[in-house]
């Protein structure tokens, strides 16, 4: 019988490609706030239970005896302007996640042997050109203090014997999802730029190095702790947009000031947009994880074609 492998935010940009990368050699189960909308989104790939993402409930019995848990719940934190109930949502909606799941795992007779457990480089808070590496020390602002609150929560799962480990993940390159559609919908129309001074610190992955690293950070016992998910070459706002529009055919001439965009979006701006993380994935190359992109332009060559080839297609 497969391994079961239970994954939280399953419908997300990461959880969707997640569900069909182990679909076939483990069980999946898919817990969802919406079972309806999951069960068309990831039913072909996994088992759906509804969740309020809250409390431990019904679900819970599907941690016992399971492999693993992974949990991606996490409110969009690009999306708006940052009012106090958007804060408040992008915080509770990590951290009572996390609560629920390590409340069904105390619960849990056969308790699984791994839990991961979704985090961001934002843990770092704005750091400019300083090299980030897994145990430099945590940074300060919003997004910063919302991590280290998730992550802490892992001191629950280790005292019940479990092995866990946090994932950092950068900015991730995909085409169904995150920021990169975004970001290259202006150069289309031949807008395409950066915002701020272009000095800034991006820490980027590509999706398939995203679900490659969760995979074998789950399949690897020893492997425990924090672990930085970001590709090993990280580059500036303004390398990224000139080597998007070298990808795409065009220029990238348009500047946003950074005022400009805090007038707009506010502290997001500062804590999204305008923030430096200059992050290396010392502990996961010291492992002997390969990363299969691991020079951004590949990565949106690959990326971007498949776009373009399923558009031809479409």
């Known amino acids: 019988m497969a391994k079961r492998v239970v994954i939280a935010g399953a419908t997300g940009f990461i959880g ?17 706030r919406d079972a309806k909308r999951a069960a068309a989104v990831v ?34 934190v690009a999306d708006g302007r940052w009012r106090q ?52 020390p945590g940074g300060s602002g919003f997004l910063a203090e919302v991590c280290r ?9 280790d005292r019940v014997g479990v092995r866990y480990v946090a994932v950092r993940t950068g900015m991730v390159l995909g085409r169904e999802g995150g920021a990169l559609p975004k970001l290259a919908a202006p150069f289309r129309f031949f807008l395409g730029g950066y915002v701020g001074n272009g000095r800034q610190w991006l820490s980027w992955i590509s999706l398939d ?12 016992p020893d492997l425990r ?43 997001m701006a500062d804590e999204v947009l305008l923030t430096s993380q200059r992050v290396i994935p010392k502990k996961l190359i010291d492992a002997g994880f390969q990363f299969r992109y691991p020079d951004l332009k590949a990565a949106l060559e690959t990326v971007l074609c498949q776009t373009e080839n399923d558009h031809e297609s479409g």
């Open 149 to 157: 609150r998730v992550e802490a929560i892992g001191t629950r799962i």
């Open 209 to 220: 190095d995203q679900i490659e690293a969760i995979r074998f950070l789950m399949e690897n």
């Open 225 to 267: 702790g924090a672990y930085n998910l970001a590709a090993p070459h990280p580059v500036t706002m303004k390398q990224f947009v000139g080597i998007l529009g070298q990808v795409l055919h065009r220029p990238a001439w348009t500047v946003v000031p950074g005022f400009a965009v805090r007038l707009v979006l506010g502290q």
């Open 43 to 76: 039913g072909e790939y996994a088992k759906v239970f509804e969740w309020d993402a809250r409390t431990a409930s019904t679900w819970a019995a599907q941690v016992d005896g399971a492999h693993a848990i992974i949990n991606l719940v996490g409110e969009n």
């Open 16 to 32: 969707r490609a997640l569900c069909r990368r182990l679909h076939g050699e483990y069980e999946i189960v898919a817990l969802s």
């Open 85 to 136: 109930a958007k804060r408040d949502s992008i915080a509770q909606s990590r951290t009572n996640s996390a609560h629920a799941i390590v409340d069904a795992l105390v619960g849990a007779k056969n308790k699984p042997s791994v839990v991961i457990q979704g985090s961001a480089v934002g843990y770092y808070g704005s750091r400019d050109d300083e090299i980030l590496h897994d145990d430099s």
